[in-house]
């Protein structure tokens, strides 16, 4: 191998390395965030629960459903984060393989977020509905 192709070569195992690293911070990234904004909207969601209050069963569904949506993305990121560690410890002993439940549980806590998201939009449109009712 000349000087050249030498170079090249560990050009590309730098430029590999670099594009698996962005893509491990990539997605523990968006886990954080996740985690963050659902805690955050748990906790929106008790106070608006402790200082508005309900009028009718249909808005405590409302609440219930992205409470629990909110938890269970809170529980998914935890259990996600700790399963990409494994993962990457095995990818360093040289397993090569998909975690298929990581890939499941990931789907999974994305559709949480987005049902938690909804259902608090929907909340704010009842809140709004009654708001226009009062006057």
Known sequence: MNEEQKQSSEKEVAY????????????????????????GGLGVLITLLSTVGVKEIGELILYACAS?????????????????????KNAVKGYQGDDMILAWLDRLNSFSFIMAVIFSFLIGLTMIVRYLKAF
Do not use: P
């Open 16 to 39: 590999y390395s670099a594009l698996v690293n962005a893509w491990v911070t990539t997605k523990m990234e968006r886990d954080k965030s996740l985690l963050t904004l659902s805690a």
């Open 68 to 88: 629990v949506c909110f938890a269970v993305t809170i529980i998914l990121c935890v259990a996600i984060l700790g399963r990409n560690a494994t993962y990457l």
